[in-house]
Each structure stands twice: as C-alpha cells, then as structure tokens.
C-alpha cells in the first residue's frame, strides 16, 4: 500500500476532518486507525498529551513485535527517525556496526517496518581508473531508509526517546522536542504526498520518480517521464507564501548538480507570492493544498 492509499484510507476512516488537519495527523497516527479508536476532534497539543502521555502504555502495545522498543532495534529507529536516513549515519548515530547493522535493517524490512530507497546519483567514475578529487575520495553514494507507517516514525522519533519520562507522566522534554522539530514530520509526508499527485498531473506517464540526493543538494522530487523529460521540484510545508526566490534557488541547485530540468515544479501548503503567480513560464507548476484533494478520488 503507497503513501497515497494509506492517507486516501485515513482521510475516509475519519471523515470530520478537513484536508490539512488530516495531513497534519495522518504524520502522526498513520497506519494505526484500524486498530485503536481514536477521536481526532481535538487540537494536536491535546490529542497528544491525551494519547501519548495518559494513555501512554496502551499505545506502547501498538508497537509489534515488542522487541522493536528494546537495543539494539531501538537506538537504531530512533537513528533513522532522526536524521536523514542515510545508512553510514544511522549506524553511526545508533553506535552500531555495519555487520550488525545491516543485518537488523533486513529483518525490519521483512517486518514491513523499513524500506530501502536506492540512491539514484550517477557513479562518481566514469571509468574503472579514473581518478577522484581528493574531497570525493571519502564520498559513498548510499541509500536512505524509510519508514513505511508515519505512527512508527513518529513513535521512534518523538515518543521512544523521552520512554521513560512518560511512563512517568513527565512530558515537558517531550512537548519541547515536538514544538521545535513537527514540522520536518510533516514536511516529509507532503512531500510523498507530493510526488503522488505529480505523478497524477503527469497521467501516470512518469517512470521514474522520488527524492534525490547526490554529492552536491538534495532534491525533495526528481522525475522523469516516459517522453524523457526532467522535472525537478520543492516542496514548503510552511505557514507563509512560497516566494519567487524559492524557484531561483531550486534552479541553482539543479544546475550546481548538473541537472537539465524541462521543468520547475513547487508545492505550497500556503499558497504562492504574485510575483511568482504572475510569471509566464511555461516551465513552471504550481500546486497548493487543494489541489492536494486529487488524491482523495
């Protein structure tokens, strides 16, 4: 099930809400609505205080199987939570090797817990004896890894580091870290939401799509269609204006990493400046919250 159908399911399994209060929980409780019921009328700083910190042991027993809450599994989602998901990181940050590492990684993917997203950066050498830059000879193309149910990222990255605390009923560090960093949680499911209704726009003629990241930027979405056109776009969760310099800067970083864009996409959660409204580019596409609502057909 992609991120489009389990956000289309959770849309439906609590139809009071409206398209951005969905999203915004759906980060939160995503994946876990059939199997705890939940009453999401409230503001988020209630609902989590209501069902993280009260009700804290009755949602710790969503987390199947239980040894995922214990070492080495936990250091090791709590890495991938909290950071940029790429492998040397996470196993650095969870202080564990890469044997072992590894081998952990592959029995949450058969879980069904992770997926691996394969880097798409070209090789660095174009031929076997090339010779590297001396700032790229440390350099690994790696992949990422993600979470497949937001509830789990959500869990390993706000709820399992402040474990103990709760239990207690002692939730201000927990609140604290919640404020300072929701909203890159939401920002990642906007941008997997994102790269759905692109391929929507498109009528499924993208081939190749996703993230991208290399040894110059990263790029929330990189995709290709079937024609061979380049489309490259960012996504803002954020409560102002997209302005005209977002797209400048998106098109500096394509062309820092050598990327022939046909096309400039941004999405907005709060809509566009009209500066940037007003361009005649035919090599631009704007996309704000509603149309967002395609997914829901």
């Known amino acids: 099930m992609n991120i489009k159908t389990k956000f289309k399911k959770f849309f439906h399994h609590y139809g009071y809400l409206e398209l951005e209060q969905a999203m915004e929980l759906f980060s939160v409780f995503g994946g876990i ?56 990181n996470v196993f650095r940050k969870a202080k564990v090797g890469e044997t072992l590492g590894l081998r952990i990684l592959g029995e949450l993917i058969e879980l069904d817990i992770i997926e691996l997203e394969e880097s ?94 290399d040894k110059n930027s990263e790029f929330d979405i990189l995709a290709k269609t079937k024609n061979g056109k380049v489309i490259v776009a960012e996504c803002k969760y954020k409560n102002r204006r997209v302005c005209k310099n977002e797209l400048s800067k998106l098109k500096q970083k394509a062309k820092t990493s050598n990327l022939q864009a046909d096309t400039f996409v941004l999405f907005s959660k709060n809509g566009f400046s009209n500066e940037l409204t007003s361009l005649k580019d035919n090599n631009l596409i704007l996309f704000e919250i509603d149309d967002f609502k395609k997914l829901l057909y």
């Open 120 to 213: 798409r950066e070209p090789p660095l050498k174009t031929h076997p004896n090339q010779k590297l830059e001396k700032s790229l000879r440390s350099y690994k193309i790696e992949s990422k890894i993600r979470f497949k149910q937001p509830f789990y990222r959500f869990w390993f990255g706000f709820v399992a580091p402040y474990a103990k605390e709760l239990e207690a009923k002692k939730s201000q560090r927990f609140f604290e870290n919640f404020e300072q960093h929701f909203s890159r949680l939401n920002s990642l499911v906007f941008e997997q939401l994102s790269n759905d209704l692109l391929g929507i726009y498109y009528n499924n003629q993208i081939i190749n799509d996703g993230s991208y990241w």
């Open 33 to 88: 609505e059939d199997k705890i019921e939940l009453d999401l009328l409230d503001d988020i700083e209630i609902l989590l205080r209501f069902n993280f910190v009260e009700k804290y042991q009755e949602f710790k027993k969503l987390l199947n199987p239980s040894y995922l809450l214990e070492e080495p599994y936990r250091y090791l989602l709590i890495a991938i939570a909290r950071g940029d998901g790429r492998l040397s």
